[in-house]
C-alpha cells in the first residue's frame, strides 16, 4: 500500500469504517450453536457506522496511555484487504488529529529557522522541554520527505542546538525533512536514549506518519558524540522503524545497542582513529569486527560503513553521513527478523517488525529469531547472559563481551502476518524452538489490523493476520474459542481458535460460553 496517494490522504481526515457483524454465540459447556440472522440493509449500515465508531473510540482511547487491546471481531477475504487498511488507517489519523497533545509546527524552510517546544511527560523526566528545529531543504513534488533526526553532542545546549541547525543546514542531502531536537536537561539526564526521549522518538513517528508529508521507509537517525552514542543506541532500539541509522564521534559497547537488532538497516559509524577518549575507537573496532562478521554470515543484510578515520581525533568531517544514509530505504516486511529485546532505560519495545511480546520472559534480555520459508515460520527464543571478557584499565568500560544464550521456557510472542511474508490462502505451518506447533488456516480480521496499527502506529505495518505462540514446551496454540461467520451468506460457521479457522473443534477438547479451552480428563 502507498499512503501517499491523494486517496489515503483523504482517508486521513476521516471515512466511514465498513464492516459485517459475527453471528452470535450462545453455547454450554459442550456445544456451540449457531443463530441465522437475516438483517435489511439499514441495519447492516446502522451496524457498520457502529464498527466504525467503535475502532475510532478505540484508538482515542489507547492514546494517552498506549496500552488496551481492540476486542471487536469481522473476518477478511484476502479482497477486503487493501480497503480494510485504508479505512483503519483513516480511523487512526482521525484519533490522532482530535488527540489533545502538543502538535508539530508547520512545515516551513530549514532555513527559516522556524522552532517549536515539546513538553515531556513529567514522570519520565523532571522539567522536560524539548525545544526543536523544523524545517525542509528544498521541496519534492508530492511534498513526501525523508526525514533526517539529528541529535547534538554534549557541550552547552544552546551552541550544541545552534550548531546543529547550521551543520544540518549545510549537508549535501536535499530535499529533506529534519527534526533537530535540544536536549532538555543537563547533568544525568543528557542522554538521548533515557526514557522521556523515547516519548518524544514516537510521538514524532507518530505524529509525521499520520501528517503523511515523511516517507515512511526514508526515517533516518544520527548525531556526533554524545548523539553519536544516542543515535547508535536508537539504531538497534528502533531499528525497525529506520531506512539507516548514523552515529559519528562515537562508540558504544554492544551490550547497550546490540548490532544483531540492525539486519535490515544500514548502518554508518564513523569515528577518529585517535579518538580514545572513553574508549570510542576501540568499541568502533569492536562494532566495525561485528558488523563485518553478520554480513559475512548472511550476506544480503547487515550493510554497514564503519571506519576508523586515519589521523583524525574527536572532530572528523561529518559531510559524507547524511548521503550515504539518503541512499537507503526500508526493508518492508523481512522474512528473518533478529530481535534483541534489551532494556533501554528500564524499558523494552513490546514489538519489533511483525513480533509482539503479550507475555514477556522476564530475567533479562531474550534474543528471539523469526525466519519463515515459503509458508512455514520457525521462531525460537533464548535468554541472553552478557560475561565482559575485556575491560579498559583506566575507565573500567567494557570493551567485548561474551554471550551465553539459554532457551527459553516460557513467555508468548504474537506473529503478525501478511501476503508479502506468507500466502495467507494456504495453511501454514509454525515451529516453536525446534517443535512442531501449528498447521492449519490462519483467518484473517480486522482485529489484527486496529491492533497492529495501534502497537506500531505505522502506516506500512497493518497485519491482517497473526498467530500467538507459547515458549512453553508442549503448549498448543488453541487458546481460545470464538464462533465466527463466513462473509458469503450461507457458508457454515467456523470457529476462530486465537487466528486458526477450524471447522470444528479437534478431539479433547470442549467448547465453553466463556471461550476457554478445556481439556478432556
Partial sequence: MNIHTP???ALCLGAAF????ALPVNADSRTVKTVAVTEPAAATADKTADEASDITNFFSSYLP?????YEGSRPLSEADFDAARDEVWAAWCEANNAFDEEKLIPLAPLAQKKSGVWNLPSNLEPNAVMNYWFGYKGRTADNVYPLFVYLHGSGDRDSEWNGGHTLCTSFNDSPSLYFIPQIPNTGEYYRWWQKAKQYAWEKLLRQVFVAGYVDP???YFFGISEGGYGSQRLASFYADYLAAAGPMAGGEPLINAPAENCRHIAFSLRTGANDNGFCRNQLTTVAKETFDSLQALYPDDYVHNVQLIPGQGHGIDYSPTTP????????LHPKHVNWENYSMDGIQRKGFYNLVVTDDPGSGPVYYCMDIEGNHISITADRVRYYAIQTDASTGIAIRYRRVYSTVRNGKVLIYLNNDMVDLSQPVTVTVNGNEYFE?????DVKHMVNSCATFFDPERIYPAAIEVNFRPGATPVESVELSDAAAPGTPAFYDLSGRRVEKPGSGIYVTSTGEKVYRQ
Fill in 7 to 9: 486517496k489515503a490522504k
Fill in 18 to 21: 465498513m464492516a459485517a457483524a
Fill in 65 to 69: 496511555d498506549m496500552s488496551g487491546t
Fill in 217 to 219: 521507509n526514508r526515517v
Fill in 324 to 331: 550515504w544514509l539518503k541512499r537507503y530505504t526500508r526493508r
Fill in 440 to 444: 492449519g488456516m490462519l483467518q484473517p
